[in-house]
């Protein structure tokens, strides 16, 4: 019954599994693994790069142009973001997870988990981590207060969405808090828009990367998207 | 002596000759070829291969030119073609030579093929113009020389300013080509992946970690109230418990 579930589930929201052997196999070790998990694995490949605010309306006309909402304006958005955090025994054990509500529509919450960033070798384009997104209602960060966890850090991100395809572009400005309960007390951290290219697709999907650098090659030379170790960012 | 010599400067002088056939036949060739496409192609020719037609002929020129000024060439101008008879009659032999252009060795070529000097007519009017440059008063043409160098100079001038303009507005361009900074990058995602720079504000964190360890401890101690032991500690240390509770009741 279950794996008649999960089947008609993947043949709906990923398409009809591709026939030859191999695929058929991670087709079905994914199906297995949603099973067994409990959720669908999904893996997010992310692209990243910045574009300084005097560039930033030269850099939305072109992915305008480039991506599929190209009528009207870009679509904007105004996100609050808070990552909390649960430490366990030893400090290398943090749990974290991400929840990002609209402030242009109040009733949007979404909580997200990413694992472990991965960079991989050379012939892979993009950064992969799996994640889950799951949309939630406003008392989600209460919920997660009484679980222990706890408010690490927050920001505001006021930008701009496109898509083409799957793959989705955000331009956003990250703006600091700087009073805890007010959030039109902001101040902006850098002078820079952080761009992102991301796609959240099934395992086992690599032929992505190549398109999304292919994408990311036509922004050049205005953002440089590219695989950012995140490790290595993580010493500071 | 002198006879190994003059062959010697012979065999320059024809190795040479020949060596500047050998071009000037390059250069026919090209074109003759371009001609050739500009009469057949012209609806299908494109301008870059027109362009680049243009540039191989100003190569082939180029190669002619250096060839003529290079060291390994005698002074041509210290010879000279002396014909001595013409002959009206078609000579098959210069026509082979010359592919059907000139098929004799006439009164009518000779002129123009041999010409060492310009036309009567141009001859005539640079004659005219050296006599008019003859008879100007020489602080006249002193003046008018400093005056024509003097706006050359500005022209000159002029075009300078004007191409440092260019120079400093296309490195003005691409100084502003820069529109992504590594550093903002590594910032951005520093605070959006680990909260660098973001965590400063938030003062609530110290009270609430250290409020469950001393409601617990008034939780102990109230049990240990229940059991009786030592009151009067336990009621002051409620009180202290209670004054240090960050929500105070009204």
Request: hydrophobic share 35%; proline share 5%.
């Amino acid at each position: 019954m279950a794996l008649n579930f999960m089947d008609v589930f993947y043949r709906a929201y990923l398409g009809e599994p591709p026939n030859d052997a191999l695929s058929k196999s991670m087709a079905n070790s994914v199906v297995t693994q949603a099973i067994q998990g409990g959720i669908a694995p999904y893996q997010e490949y992310l692209l990243q790069g910045s574009i300084v605010d005097t560039s930033r309306d030269v850099l939305l006309h072109r992915l305008q142009g480039l991506c599929d909402n190209a009528e009207g304006m870009p679509q904007k958005f105004q996100d609050h973001e808070m990552v909390f955090m649960m430490r366990g025994n030893t400090p290398q054990q943090i749990i974290s997870f991400r929840v990002r509500h609209s402030l242009h529509q109040r009733q949007n919450w979404v909580l997200r988990y990413t694992g472990q960033t991965e960079i991989g070798d050379k012939n892979r384009q993009t950064l992969v981590r799996t994640c889950c997104d799951v949309a939630t209602s406003d008392n989600v960060v209460q919920f997660l207060n009484e679980m222990g966890f706890r408010l690490d850090n927050e920001f505001i991100a006021k930008g701009f969405f496109f898509h083409k395809g799957r793959m989705r572009v955000t331009v956003s400005k990250i703006y600091k808090i700087l009073q805890h309960d007010n959030l039109d007390n902001l101040e902006q951290l850098t002078m820079s828009h952080l761009v992102e290219l991301s796609v959240v697709a099934p395992v086992g999907q690599e032929q992505i990367g190549e398109d999304m650098k292919a994408f990311a090659e036509q922004l050049k030379p205005l953002v440089q998207l590219d695989k950012i170790d995140h490790r290595r960012l993580q010493t500071f | 002596m002198n006879n190994p010599m003059q062959s010697k400067e012979e065999k320059v002088l024809e190795s040479s000759i020949e060596k500047l056939i050998q071009r000037v036949q390059d250069m026919k060739n090209s074109l003759g070829s371009f001609i050739m496409k500009l009469e057949t192609e012209y609806t299908s020719m494109t301008w870059p291969t027109v362009l680049d037609n243009f540039a191989l002929l100003s190569g082939q020129l180029n190669t002619l030119g250096r060839l003529l000024k290079g060291d390994g060439m005698p002074t041509l101008r210290n010879h000279i073609l002396l014909p001595l008879a013409l002959n009206p009659d078609r000579d098959p032999e210069i026509e082979k030579l010359t592919e059907g252009r000139v098929v004799a060795f006439n009164h009518d070529v000779v002129p123009d093929y041999l010409r060492t000097k310009p036309e009567p007519e141009v001859e005539e009017r640079s004659q005219q113009l050296i006599t008019k440059a003859v008879t100007v008063m020489a602080d006249n043409a002193q003046k008018q020389l400093t005056v024509l160098n003097k706006i050359t100079s500005n022209i000159l001038d002029i075009i300078n300013s004007h191409k440092d303009d260019w120079e400093s507005e296309c490195n003005k361009n691409s100084q502003q080509q820069q529109t992504s900074s590594m550093n903002e990058t590594t910032s951005l995602l520093q605070a959006t992946l680990f909260g660098k720079g973001l965590k400063q504000p938030r003062r609530q964190e110290p009270v609430t970690t250290q409020q469950p360890p001393t409601s617990m401890q008034n939780q102990t101690q109230k049990i240990q109230g229940g059991a009786g032991k030592v009151q009067s500690t336990v009621k002051t240390n409620i009180k202290s418990g209670s004054t240090m509770h960050p929500y105070q009741r009204p």
